[in-house]
Each structure stands twice: as C-alpha cells, then as structure tokens.
C-alpha cells in the first residue's frame, strides 16, 4: 500500500514541478525508467517470495538504473545507441514480464 | 544461447537469495518472511523514498517528451495557420483585381460606345483581349480532369523512394495544355488560371504552379473550341496519348467531357515595362503620364 502511494506521490511530483533534466541526460531518461521498473518487479516478486531485502533493492534499482544510461551513454558515443537502448529493453522487458509471471502465479495462483 | 536462457530462467536477483541466506545463517532469531516489524523506520523508508524518486523520473520522462511532442506539433500548426491567412488574403485581392477588371471594361464600353471612332476602337479592344486572354470568354468546349493517383505512393509504375510516381506533375499539364492548342482551342482555363501568353506552367517541389500560383489537385482544364473536333483531335494527339500511359502506368485518372457553355475567367493584362510597339520610340510616354493633366 505505501509503496504503491509513494509511486503515484512522485509520479503527480515528477508531472507538477517539471525537474528541470539537464538536456545531456535527457535521452538517458526513458531507459532509467524502464531499468527501475525491473528493479522494482524483481522487489515485488522477493517480497512475495519472502526475501525481500531493502538494501538489495535499494542497491540493485541505483545500479540499475546507472548501468543502463551507461550502457546507452556508451552507445551514443559509439554511434550504436539507438540498438543498444533497443537490446536493453528487450533485456529488460523480459526480465519485467517473467517476473509479472511469477508475481501472478503466487498471488492468483494461476 | 546460454545467456539467453538465464535471462528467461534467472529472472530474480541473485543478491536477494543470497542475503536472505546470510540473514538466517547469522542470525536464525529472525525469520527471513514477512516481519518487518523489526526493522527500524529507517529502513523502511528507504524503499518508500527510491519509489518516489522513480515516480519523479517517470513523471519527468513523461512531460519531457510530451513537451517535445508540443513543439514540434505547435510549430506545424504555426507555419499552416501562417499559409492559410496568406492565401485567403490573395484570394481576396484577386478577386479584388478580378472585380476592378470587370469595372474597368464597364466604363471602357460606356466611353467607348459615343461615336463611330470609339466603336470600332471598341471592337479593336475585344478582338484583341479575346487572343491575349484578357477578355472572359464563354463557348462550347471540352472539360479534362486530372488527378493524382487514389494511392500515390504505391502506384504500379512507382519507384520506391520518387514522391512525384502517382501525382500529376507539370509536365503532365503542360502536354495537356499544348494537345489542347494542337487541337484547335481558342481559350484554356486550368482550375479557374486563364492562360496567356505569357503564363507559365512549371513544379515547385511536390506543387503545379501555373502563372505562380500553386494548384491543388483535382486538375480541370477547361478548353473552349468545336467541342466535338477538340475531343478527337485531343484524344488522338499527344497531350492524350500522354494521359493514356500516365492512367496505364501510373494509375492516373482522367476524364474528358464535352461541355456546351464553358465560361472562363479573364486573365489579368500583364505588365510590359519593356516591351514597346516596334515603329514607335523607345520612351514613348506611357498611358496614365499621358493621361495626367
């Protein structure tokens, strides 16, 4: 429950008070979001399963996240950015949808 | 394919097994499940404060590329709204121009139709606006319609990659318009532009400008001549000979039809500021300087 506020809570902050990103970091931005969202599913699925940890977390969804604006930072220079922001989000993405599937299968059990 | 089958497989991090192991082997007095009663608020808040910091990034991601969208968006909006006005105000002075016209040669038959001299000035005056295509004129004659193709980017003759494959192009116009003088019109109007002279026919990027002003698909050609001998000798000539491959190739429609009373526009007289009668000298006074007292 708290936590679930808590994302609406910056979601309406993030919408309302308009951070100003600095413009280099801009297109790092979707990517981070989307590294976090892994962070966050892997948190929902070991709490489910009863491990959950909140430095794990807390670590893993900060590396996250600066590894992916790394890797496609890394791209750019390289001039490959655009296929490797694709690479991590499929990467991403899956790891998101299996762990959905977990977390589906231990609540609904099914 | 081993690494992919750990993605698919390894989904949950590694860190979390484990330390859920080094908790229960340091210390069994407290459970890895669901207490976290024993934690301190600290730690609990930590969790809540890195989720409000990913709702913050997803808001901002959010309103940033909406933001982009907006500018890009307002921008277009801009410049179309900019040649909208632009070309009502030029439809508006040339029917303006086209009125004033109309005014002009009211009061030129008035002044004209007192005595023997003005009348057959008069007469002069129509003969000659009826070949330079100053003068409106109705007739009988024959409507051609172009169009573009229904689907212009994948008609059959298309090269991948050449915009102008299934749209009408200047050319086309133009081979229109010359098979229709070869036939024997005596005045052709193209969606309402009288042709002159002077006046030219020629693309500008993906637009058909005739006498500069950019037309817009459907294309009517209007021609006024013998209506039946115009058809024929149309169809049998170039100008429909094009039409026929451009309909075949391209999927060009067109359409010719016989009209009983076409009508067409005046075209303005254009300007020759050079250009004198040849007899006469070079700097001879113009027609308003002579008409000033």
């Known amino acids: 429950m708290i ?15 308009e951070p100003t990103v600095p ?38 969804f900060v590396s996250n996240v600066l590894v992916a604006a790394l890797v496609v930072f890394l791209g750019d220079q390289l001039g490959v ?10 990467v991403l993405g899956i790891r998101i949808f299996s762990n959905a599937a977990a977390i589906r299968r231990r609540v609904f059990h099914a | 394919m081993s690494l992919l089958v750990d993605i698919m497989t390894n989904t949950l991090d590694e860190s ?9 082997s340091a210390g069994p007095v407290e459970p890895a499940d669901r207490t976290p009663v024993a934690r301190p608020w600290r730690r609990s808040l930590l969790p809540v404060v890195v989720l409000v910091a990913l709702g ?21 909006a801009d410049l179309a709204q900019q040649v909208r006005d632009r070309t009502a105000a030029s439809d508006e002075l040339a029917q303006r121009a086209q009125d004033l016209r109309d005014e002009v040669s009211v009061v030129q038959e008035q002044a004209l139709g007192n005595d023997a001299l003005g009348k057959r000035l008069a007469g002069q005056l129509t003969s000659l606006g009826l070949a330079s295509g100053t003068l409106a004129v109705r007739g009988p004659g024959i409507v051609v319609t172009l169009d573009d193709a229904p689907d212009p980017g994948t008609a059959d003759g298309a090269r991948p990659g050449n915009a102008l494959d299934g749209r009408v192009q200047d050319r086309d116009l133009q081979a229109v318009v010359n098979g229709l003088w070869a036939a024997g019109a005596e005045a052709i109007a193209v969606n309402g532009q009288r042709l002159t002279a002077l006046t030219a026919i020629r693309g500008a990027g993906e637009a058909v400008l005739v006498g500069l002003r950019p037309l ?7 021609a006024i001549g013998d209506a039946k001998e115009l058809e024929v000798e149309f169809l049998d000539g170039r100008g429909g000979r094009r039409l026929i491959t451009n309909m075949s190739v391209y999927r060009l429609p067109f359409t010719v039809e016989r009209g009983d009373r076409l009508s067409l526009p005046g075209a303005a ?6 250009a004198v009668p040849r007899g006469t000298n070079a700097n001879v006074p113009s027609a308003d300087e002579e008409g000033s007292p």
């Open chain 1, 3 to 17: 936590p679930a506020v808590a994302l609406v809570l910056g979601v309406v902050l993030g919408l309302a008070l």
């Open chain 2, 56 to 76: 913050m990034l997803t808001g901002t991601a959010v309103k940033q590329v909406r933001a982009r969208e907006a500018e890009g968006t307002g921008l277009r």
């Open chain 2, 216 to 222: 817009s698909p459907p294309y009517v050609v209007q």
């Open chain 2, 16 to 24: 979390y097994a484990e330390r859920a192991r080094s908790r229960s």
């Open chain 1, 23 to 60: 413009a280099a970091l801009q297109p790092y931005l979707p990517i981070a979001v989307v590294a976090a969202l892994d962070a966050v599913f892997g948190a929902i699925r070991a709490q489910l399963d009863g491990i959950f940890d909140d430095r794990v977390f807390v670590v893993s």
């Open chain 2, 269 to 274: 007289a254009p300007d020759l500021p050079a």
């Open chain 1, 81 to 90: 950015g655009g296929q490797l922001s694709t690479g991590v989000v499929v």
